[in-house]
């Protein structure tokens, strides 16, 4: 009886949702010493410079009373803070489980993990609500400012957050595997159901590819607007002279949709075949190196979204200039703002004085066709 003791104790365990061996878990740490030194590389970069390019953004709004209350501004503050997260959360537990091989139980490990799905899902679905803004804008260009208001856009950020909190944190409140590296365990993640890690890809490809269904339809409103001002205004010479604005759009977004699926495509499919099939363990060295893409992702994330606006870049400038002026380095701001071109395709509007501007212009912009179209509903 005393020899059966230790083995019922283990069967016990066994049984347990925290039970993993510290030999269990290290079926998880693939890596060897050079992918270790690589990836660890990749992450050591990676990592703090999201979370300076995004920090640097969300302060700007943030102190920026004229963009803080702009709904458009709102989700790429949404964006930046959920990138934010994911530099800091996937860098940590990523290093933490297979650089420096911490064994945690269940609860610790699943909680680290939650904080990196709630930022990698929060900021999927901050990218699909700035594509819907943008949509919105074009289409129901007279109605954008009673269809979207602050108000409309701090709930749908509240829905946002709390439906991406409730989601992750789904393992660690019982959505988990109860069993050793047996079925339903999922072979990327210790503790993960593989019942909720196909949900979660299911999920977040449906967001994608709504992101991508809104880009869609702005291309075809531009290809529209396009062609019906040339027919208006009859100037071939014109037109040959300069590229097309919906040709511009369709490089730009053809741009940013070529990095989001290539940064979430790989890991998601690594996803997908863990649901279906037992990975290998190249595969699963193959999947941790491929998940470093998307914190890639939310490194580029700040330059498509937010320093590509004119707007939000005049803002840092004056913060800039009064953070000089607090240290005692008077810069005047007419140096400051001279030749900055705009490359805003946020779809925010135009000032009252680009309008003014370019009022005679062709649009070379799709925010200046929404502020045309706006002025002649006003007419």
């Known amino acids: 009886m005393e020899g ?11 049984l347990s949702p925290d039970y993993l061996s510290n030999e269990s878990l290290e079926y998880y740490m693939v890596l060897s010493d050079v992918e270790k030194i690589a990836i660890g590389s990749i992450c050591y970069l990676a990592g703090p410079i999201t979370l300076l390019e995004n920090a640097l953004v969300l302060g700007v709004i943030t102190a920026t009373a004229s963009l803080r209350h702009r709904p458009s501004f709102l989700f ?23 650089l420096y091989r911490r064994s945690d139980n269940a609860t610790a490990y699943l909680f680290k993990l939650g904080g990196v799905t709630m930022a990698f899902t929060s900021s999927v679905g901050s990218l699909l609500l700035t594509a819907l803004d943008r949509y919105l804008c074009i289409y129901h260009a007279s109605r954008y400012k009673v269809m979207l208001t602050r108000r409309r856009a701090l709930l749908s950020l509240l829905a946002l ?53 809104a880009y869609a339809l702005i291309l075809w409103k531009a290809h529209r607007h396009e062609s019906s001002m040339a027919s208006l205004q009859g100037a071939a010479g014109t037109r040959q002279a300069r590229m097309r604005m919906d040709i511009r759009l369709a490089r730009t977004f053809g741009l940013i949709l070529l990095i989001l ?81 705009s490359t805003d395709h946020n779809f925010s509007g135009v000032s009252e004085t680009d309008e003014s501007q370019t009022r005679s212009k062709q649009l070379d912009t799709v925010s200046e066709m929404v502020t045309n179209q706006q002025a002649d509903n006003r007419k």
């Not at 992750?168 to 999922?186: A, D, M, N, Y």
């Not at 072979?187 to 019942?195: E, R, T, V």
């Not at 320093?307 to 870049?313: H, N």
């Open 4 to 14: 059966t003791a230790p083995l019922e104790a283990k069967e016990n365990n066994s």
């Open 76 to 98: 790429i503050g949404s964006l930046a803070l959920a990138d934010v997260f994911a530099s800091c959360f996937f860098t940590t537990s990523f290093l933490d489980f297979h």
């Open 161 to 213: 957050w709390t439906t991406t909190i409730f989601i992750s944190f789904l393992p660690l409140i019982g959505w988990r595997c109860h069993t050793e590296l047996k079925l339903p365990c999922s072979h990327l993640f210790p503790y993960i159901n593989k019942g909720y890690l196909a949900c979660w890809v299911s999920f977040i490809l449906v967001l994608l590819a709504l992101i991508m269904g």
């Open 261 to 341: 699926v290539s940064c979430w495509l790989p890991a998601l499919s690594f996803m997908l075949a863990d649901v279906c099939i037992r990975l290998s363990r190249p595969k699963q060295r193959a999947f941790a190196f491929v998940s470093t893409l998307c914190l890639l992702n939310s490194a580029v994330n700040p330059l498509l979204y937010a320093l590509r606006c004119r707007e939000l870049r005049v803002a840092l400038l004056k913060c800039i200039q009064r953070l000089c002026v607090f240290g005692r380095c008077q810069t005047p701001s007419a140096d400051l703002t001279p030749g900055l071109q």
